[in-house]
């Protein structure tokens, strides 16, 4: 039997936005529940919803990350349904104004590169959390921590023709958004969540037939995601040998994976299909997005992390792996090319962002956008390797210090001395080379002209850049001249 | 010194700044004059609680005003309709289902009173959450008119007109979303003044008709208005549908000249369907305009035939999206008799709204759903935008336009209660302005053969309070004058 | 005008109840409403475009700063009921908005 699989994907992804979207409650993951909550996203009497301005500049940028056409006006409309986790009784939402519409991801396929139609990009509000504990209460809990924290639902035309498009798909816009860093898009933390639309195009008798379409949730990994679908196109076509059902028999149902099973399991049939009573806001005039505003956010959007990978192999000579840590995070690869600006060994620079960095920024928990230290200091301090006055374990140490206090790599190392040379060996050398060059001042101090061995340790200075050690060479040179 | 109960907010303000009066003494008034009126065999419940704490505030504010730390309405008293949140005080909207809610923040207008020292008093009964035209459906049964107490007090503010009408307090807040602070105004026989929308921000003020709602004042004095205004008004951050008015400069209120204005009759409020009495009222108002020198002519707008259909499924549409969030899940009433989920919703809302609140939240969600959005919601809100463009061109040939507040005086408790259509009907002269977002004010313009007040309506332009508010004042002071 | 079929969707819709003989009443009183705003229709609305009205600047939304949240304590003073940090609700058995099973 000749079939295709089609599948569509619904993407949320949540904002990394200091506040939630309509309050200024702090918007983060967890913490003790309830905490984070206040009139307005608890939706108590009165409450009203205030735009964060944030959140419309978040979804400006990723809509253009995805090459979509933004609104000049874009506008909120209320989305209608009763649940415990949706305080207001409505999620506010966008339906004929969205931000972003008309876009394509590219992805790379067993055949090359194929475009996946995006239809629209916009702007939404998370619910709460219900929570349902084992305690024989017959209850279940809610907690508003997360409700009202930003999303941008991005919808494709159902253009995936396997569940490893789907994957790409998902993973492309996993991708830009972590690089733009208005998302984390952590899966497991429900901070990426994607429903596919899957159904089949069955080729028979010279006809085509459309199996009705699952849209699958709870998919909580991409492994989940590949799982899930694979499972649905079984499924499917186990069911149209048996019941021949089309598109316009059943319609749409909603399935739930089940990761523990494997397997998919209804979770709402379409006479249910809920009726959610659109309509616009009241309380929230549509936004403006200016010309201006979007030639500032296409700005920041820039190249993408696929072409900026090429680039990086091909102008710094990185390695794939380097290039792709580094062009991970508009940040981060922005900072190794401030660094690596004007520094002959860029690979080396790579190595030391992402090894020593990255360290660092992983045990202190800080994102790359948090970090203080000006790229131009790594470069200083490369530089001062290269020189021969440090060497690069004692450059680990530097960076440590630099990192926490901010101080430039030169101060560091003249603070602790880093640049004296106080082996015995080597400073041996050199007094002997200076002996050896000044005869006359070596025999005028045994004669007892005392002053003579300023004029030696002069030399000695002038011979090390002043990095001898003043005392220790002082006495190497009494020694050597028998005066110890 | 006088007495006390019965004197404005302007005046109280006089008699304390000079220091012939102390705050206690004007609240223990006040308190005194609810007392006496509560052991009456027929009370006019107006007032669903006065706070027992209110002349310890007064106290305080005698003291502050003592130290000079006082603010330009420190110690005056207010009452406050029970949709207005004060924080730490109980807010029901006249509804069972708010049962034991008691607000944790305050209404921006209230805040900003208070901030300058105003001291809320009580708590005003109400059609419950503003769905009436009587204050009848209020879970606190009606209020009484005070001038006969068989009547009704006109709503949904009816409270708030009944305790300033019969001196249980100077000035009340009400609020507007189709005529409810005009209407009872009118039928009490005291100015009631509904602000432009935008000017007085929505913050704390629980949703009815969130694209009509606006605070508005009553009083028996025009500068009351203009001063509680002058003070409340401005750009809010909490409400993004406010406007940066600026209208500090509003109080004391000069009168207006009117020689030469013109001002617009609507054909359709001022003939047919207009009762004879109310009829001889609007009369002698032209009289009385003509010999002021202004010019008033009948002017057909047959939009206004449309007015209250347009209203019944506008205001519905939001009220069933605002009241979806009376869910019993997270405050006031909650039903757990049941079993589920859906129990808990239903036995709750069922339980906790009246008929009219039920009726209004069926007929939203009927014009809001799949089917029926084009013909009933679309529609309004397309002719609802014919409706401004008509008016605002009118407003820019005439200054006002004037009709009765109400076709008819004020009827009889129970008379309508039953019949919601004749009901909404009441509303037909009031609404225009809420749907076109424009400023009025009901003006008490004289009294039917029995003696029941009838009001007048002047209708403005956007933001144009000023200028309604000073031709309020010039009839006030014809008043004064024993010119009427 | 409005079956019963209708009425049940929007009732279930509303999360409300009408019973028995009170039905027939409130079916009444709504459709004598509903028919009342056919005045509607003789306005001509033909070339009417729903402008979302004058929208606000990005620049002046409101600025991503943190603001303190209620405290646990103030949630008690209005909550109907609240469970250890929680606001319980009857047990909901299919859940498909992506609750946590603990």
Not at chain 1, 211 to 222: G, L, Q
Not at chain 1, 272 to 277: G, H, L, T
Not at chain 1, 353 to 364: C, Q, S
Request: a neutral charge; aromatic letters at 8%.
């Amino acid at each position: 039997m000749k079939y295709e699989v089609v599948i569509g994907c619904e993407v949320h992804v949540q904002l990394l936005t200091k506040t939630k979207a309509f309050c200024s409650c702090e918007n983060r993951f967890g913490g003790i529940p309830n905490t984070r909550v206040c009139p307005v996203c608890l939706g108590l009497p009165g409450a009203l919803p205030v735009v964060n301005q944030k959140m419309i500049e978040d979804a400006v940028l990723a809509g253009l990350a995805l090459n979509c056409k933004v609104a000049s006006v874009t506008g909120f409309d209320r989305k209608n349904y009763m649940y415990p986790d949706l305080p207001k009784g409505y999620q506010i939402s966008q339906y004929d104004m969205p931000v972003c519409t008309g876009g394509k991801l590219d992805i790379e396929t067993g055949d090359g590169k194929k475009s996946i139609r995006i239809i629209r990009l916009h702007m939404e509000e998370d619910a709460g959390k219900n929570l349902h504990l084992e305690d024989g209460s017959g209850l279940s809990y809610v907690d508003f921590n997360r409700c009202g924290t930003p999303l941008l639902e991005i919808v494709s035309e159902p253009d995936m023709r396997s569940p490893l498009e789907a994957v790409s798909y998902v993973q492309g816009i996993r991708e830009i958004m972590k690089y733009l860093g208005i998302s984390d898009c952590n899966m497991e933390e429900g901070s990426l969540r994607c429903d596919a639309n899957i159904n089949l195009w069955i080729y028979e008798d010279d006809k085509r037939y459309e199996t009705p379409i699952s849209e699958v949730k709870n998919m909580n990994s991409f492994k989940a995601m590949r799982n899930a679908l694979k499972y649905e196109i079984k499924r499917q076509l186990a069911e149209w040998g048996e019941k021949r059902l089309t598109l316009t028999d059943t319609g749409k149902v909603t399935r739930g994976y089940n990761d523990r099973t494997g397997e998919t399991v209804v979770q709402r049939e379409k006479e249910e299909e809920a009726d959610y009573r659109y309509f616009p806001e009241p309380d929230l005039k549509p936004v403006v997005i200016t010309k201006d505003l979007e030639a500032e956010m296409g700005k920041r959007v820039g190249e993408l992390p696929a072409a900026k990978r090429k680039r990086f192999v091909s102008q710094y000579g990185l390695k794939k792996g380097a290039a792709s840590v580094l062009a991970a995070s508009k940040a981060l690869s922005d900072y190794f090319e401030a660094a690596a600006k004007g520094y002959r060994e860029p690979v080396k620079i790579a190595s030391w962002i992402i090894t020593e960095v990255g360290g660092y920024l992983n045990t202190e928990g800080l994102t790359i956008e948090e970090f203080s230290l000006p790229p131009e200091n790594i470069t200083k301090l490369m530089e001062i390797v290269d020189s021969g006055i440090i060497s690069s374990k004692i450059a680990k140490k530097v960076f440590a210090r630099m990192a926490g206090s901010g101080e430039s790599p030169d101060t560091i190392v003249k603070k602790l001395k880093l640049n004296q040379i106080t082996d015995r060996d080597k400073l041996e050398g050199f007094v002997a080379e200076v002996m050896k060059e000044n005869p006359q001042s070596v025999a005028d101090f045994r004669k007892g002209k005392d002053h003579a061995i300023k004029f030696l340790m002069g030399r000695i200075m002038k011979l090390t850049k002043g990095r001898a050690n003043p005392q220790v060479a002082a006495a190497i040179l009494r020694e050597k001249l028998g005066d110890g | 010194m006088g007495q006390i109960a019965g004197k404005s907010l302007t005046e109280l303000k006089r008699l304390l700044d000079r220091g012939e009066v102390s705050a206690l003494e004007i609240i223990t008034s006040f308190k005194e004059q609810y007392e006496s009126d509560r052991k009456k065999p027929v009370p006019l419940n107006g007032y669903i609680e006065f706070f027992s704490d209110a002349e310890e505030l007064a106290v305080k504010a005698d003291e502050a005003r003592k130290t000079g730390t006082s603010g330009i309405l420190e110690g005056l008293p207010i009452a406050v309709k029970d949709n207005i949140l004060i924080s730490s005080r109980k807010a029901t909207c006249g509804s069972a289902i708010l049962q034991g809610f008691t607000a944790p923040y305050s209404s921006t207008v209230v805040e900003r009173l208070m901030n300058e020292g105003i001291i809320p008093v009580g708590r005003t009964n109400m059609d419950e959450f503003a769905m009436g035209s009587t204050c009848e459906y209020s879970v606190y049964g009606s209020s009484k008119n005070p001038v006969n107490r068989e009547y009704v007090t006109g709503g949904s503010s009816g409270g708030s007109a009944a305790v300033v009408a019969s001196g249980q307090a100077p000035c009340a807040l009400g609020s507007e979303t189709g005529g409810s602070v005009r209407l009872p105004a009118s039928f009490c026989g005291t100015y009631g003044f509904k602000p432009t929308y935008g000017s007085l921000s929505r913050y704390g003020l629980v949703a009815f008709g969130s694209s009509m709602d606006q605070i508005g004042v009553i009083s028996g004095d025009p500068d009351d208005i203009a001063l509680v205004i002058s003070v409340a008004s401005g750009f809010d951050s909490n409400d993004f549908t406010s406007e940066d008015v600026d209208f500090s400069a509003l109080f004391p209120l000069k009168r207006m000249r009117l020689k030469g204005k013109k001002i617009a009759i609507p054909e359709e409020l001022s003939g047919e369907g207009i009762d004879k009495e109310v009829g001889i009222v609007l009369e002698r108002f032209c009289s009385w305009l003509r010999s002021e020198g202004a010019v008033p002519e009948r002017v057909s707008m047959p939009l206004l035939k449309t007015t209250v259909a347009m209203y019944y499924i506008i205001a519905p549409a939001e009220a069933s999206s605002n009241l979806a969030r009376y869910d019993g899940v997270r405050y006031g009433l909650r039903d757990i008799t049941g079993n589920n989920l859906e129990d808990l919703y239903v036995n709750t809302r069922t339980k906790g709204f009246g008929d009219e609140v039920k009726r209004r939240i069926f007929l939203g969600n009927y014009v809001l759903s799949a089917g029926y959005y084009d013909a009933y919601y679309k529609k309004a809100m397309q002719v609802r935008y014919l409706l401004k463009k008509e008016l605002n061109r009118i407003l820019e040939e005439y200054e006002y336009i004037l009709s009765p507040t109400s076709p008819v005086p004020p009827f009889k408790l129970g008379s309508k209660i039953d019949n919601p259509l004749s009901m909404y009907l009441t509303d037909i002269c009031t609404i225009f302005a809420n749907l076109a977002l424009l400023p009025a004010v009901s003006i008490p313009a004289g009294t039917t053969s029995d003696g029941l007040p009838v009001g007048m309506q002047l209708t403005g332009r956007m933001f144009g309070e000023k200028g309604l508010l000073r031709a309020a004042k010039t009839w006030f002071l014809k008043g004064r004058r024993g010119e009427i | 005008m409005i079956d019963d079929k209708v009425l049940d969707s929007v009732l279930y819709m509303s999360k409300l109840q009408v019973s028995g003989e009170e039905k027939e009443k409130f079916r009444k009183q709504i459709e004598e409403i509903l028919s009342y705003f056919k005045v509607l229709t003789g306005v001509d609305t033909e070339n009417v475009e729903l402008s979302a009205g004058e929208g606000i600047p990005i620049e002046d939304l409101r600025v991503d700063e943190i603001k303190d949240s209620f405290s646990l304590a103030i949630i008690k003073t209005f909550a109907a009921d609240f469970q250890d940090g929680y606001f319980p609700v009857p047990r909901i058995l299919e859940d498909a908005s992506g609750g946590e099973d603990k």
